[in-house]
């Protein structure tokens, strides 16, 4: 194995490392509100850019996947034009790609505009964590990683909230057009106190990017258009997944047999940070997953408005910022292996929770388990990132958190689509368990003539019926996805036990108590 190379020095800059977290915790928030704060505007896209129903999600799609192509080029980049550099081109092309999505015309342009805005911000959040983790003791990486952990896990949360306020008392542009005074204040503040960071030029991976690229992109290709197409039934879904298996393995013998790839061999020898990749991958898939569907149960089921669906899901970014406070202060007291595993069961619990909903509930059980799983997931986020990145060597971070970055994203896609699927199948098998219970002597009401002695008419009673049917079917697929998340959950809690504490932070323990 090659031997660790040594930290990256800072060259430039005298700013604190907590005025440094700050400011790139301000980048990474843009970029990463960014991922969900146009889902709850797509119906007004849609009308303004003469979209059809199941082309407008190219909006999102094409946003997700540019950030996933680009982000493995994080390291490359920042040791080909240097960190603090390439932090200002992404702040500003993003500042730039907003400004165009707002004045789009035409699906076409929206399309394309975003996947500049993608591309231009992928490398904002690995760079953040790069320069948090480099600006801070190793000691101290946990209460830092709280904090800049903040930025990053809370914007998602905050996405439909804000998108749906813009939306609703201005117009769907504004939207992208928020970006453009917080990005500018984050460009003047990252010009003026981010350090510069020595330069180590390295050759480019033409082969592992264009595998690892050509597998991302079909990947996400696949999950988008996998429900809309019946997924394995259709052509272009099995295209895209073999395309996927063929480059991501591809891009995984490369990396094994070829020195100098763009991802560093010695980050495959390190069992923390590779145990760090499946669970931050298990993050996104809960992350996103759960704010992707509950959004729309909220306003389908419950006939909530698109405000107070978001309101109503804050708790979980506030359950999420006091858990990762806290826990920023218990990482050098306690075991990190135990306020993970304490964080995957609270989280745990609450889909548990989610999945025991009734119909006829008020908000307080979405309040209760937003709350909870919020502070789960952010108890998991703070260990995860100090356990992960602990043992590396200093000068894989930049590579590391873009994978990471990735590996993020990619989950929350896998979230989406597999939520999206098992619900939607299991719309139609409730459907049809309930239908087939439904006869003239269990709902005598529903015969014709007895609607007609009611004074009602047969089509009318029919259309009441099957209405409530399609509602407590789909109620039930909602229960059965929250349920599925609770078990993948509960499979990978035994993982912690792979997971070792680095010994300076075993010592520090030792210490405390």
């Not at 997700?64 to 390291?75: D, N, R, S």
């Not at 763009?262 to 298990?282: E, H, K, P, Q, S």
Request: aromatic letters at 8%; proline letters at 4%.
């Amino acid at each position: 194995m090659a031997t660790a190379a040594p930290a990256l020095p800072a060259t430039r800059g005298t700013a604190s490392p907590l005025v440094i977290t700050c400011v790139v915790m301000l980048g990474t928030f843009m970029t990463v509100l960014d991922s969900t704060i146009a889902n709850v505007a797509l119906p007004h896209m849609q009308a303004s850019l003469g979209a059809a129903s199941d082309t407008i999600t190219w909006v999102l799609t094409s946003y997700i996947v540019a950030t996933a192509i680009a982000t493995p080029l994080t390291g490359w980049l920042a040791e080909k034009i240097g960190r603090r550099r390439l932090f200002l081109f992404s702040v500003a092309g993003f500042i730039g790609a907003s400004v165009l999505c707002g004045l789009a015309r035409s699906l076409e342009q929206m399309v394309i505009f975003r996947m500049i805005q993608g591309a231009a911000g992928a490398t904002l959040a690995p760079l953040g964590q790069a320069f948090v983790l480099d600006a801070w003791p190793q000691k101290q990486h946990g209460q830092a990683m709280a904090l800049w952990g903040v930025g990053i896990m809370v914007g998602p949360i905050m996405g439909p909230v804000l998108g749906g306020y813009l939306t609703d008392s201005f117009d769907w542009r504004w939207v992208f057009f928020i970006n453009l005074p917080v990005g500018i204040l984050a460009l003047f503040l990252a010009a003026t106190l981010l350090p510069d960071v020595e330069q180590r030029p390295r050759r480019f991976d033409l082969t592992g990017f264009s595998m690892l690229a050509i597998g991302v992109a079909a990947l996400q290709l696949c999950l988008d258009r996998g429900q809309q197409l019946d997924w394995f039934a259709s052509w272009e879904v099995r295209i895209e997944a073999a395309v996927a298996i063929a480059g991501l393995w591809g891009f995984g013998v490369h990396v094994a047999t070829t020195r100098g790839s763009l991802l560093d061999r010695r980050m495959l020898a390190d069992r923390n940070v590779m145990t760090g990749f499946l669970f931050i991958t298990l993050v996104g898939f809960l992350m996103v997953g759960t704010t992707a569907l509950l959004p729309t149960m909220m306003q389908s089921l419950y006939q909530y408005p698109v405000i107070t669906t978001g309101l109503i899901q804050a708790p979980r970014g506030v359950g999420m910022m006091a858990a990762m406070l806290l826990v920023g202060r218990l990482i050098g007291r306690v075991d990190a292996r135990i306020l993970l595993g304490f964080g995957l069961s609270i989280s745990a619990t609450s889909l548990w929770l989610m999945s025991l909903f009734s119909p006829a509930q008020d908000t307080m059980p979405f309040i209760i388990t937003g709350l909870l799983q919020g502070a789960g997931l952010g108890m998991v986020f703070v260990p995860l990132n100090t356990i992960a990145f602990a043992t590396l060597a200093p000068d894989l971070r930049t590579d590391a958190a873009g994978f990471y970055m990735l590996l993020r994203n990619l989950g929350g896609s896998v979230g989406v689509s597999l939520g999206v699927g098992v619900l939607a199948r299991q719309v139609q098998v409730s459907h049809a368990d309930i239908g087939s219970r439904l006869t003239p002597f269990s709902t005598p009401w529903a015969d014709g003539g007895m609607a007609r002695a009611l004074g009602a008419t047969g089509d009318t009673v029919m259309a009441m019926l099957d209405q409530a049917v399609n509602a407590q079917a789909a109620m039930i697929a909602y229960l059965d996805v929250f349920r599925l998340m609770f078990w993948v959950t509960v499979a990978v809690m035994p993982l912690i036990l792979i997971l070792r504490v680095p010994k300076q932070q075993a010592e520090t323990v030792h210490l405390a108590d």
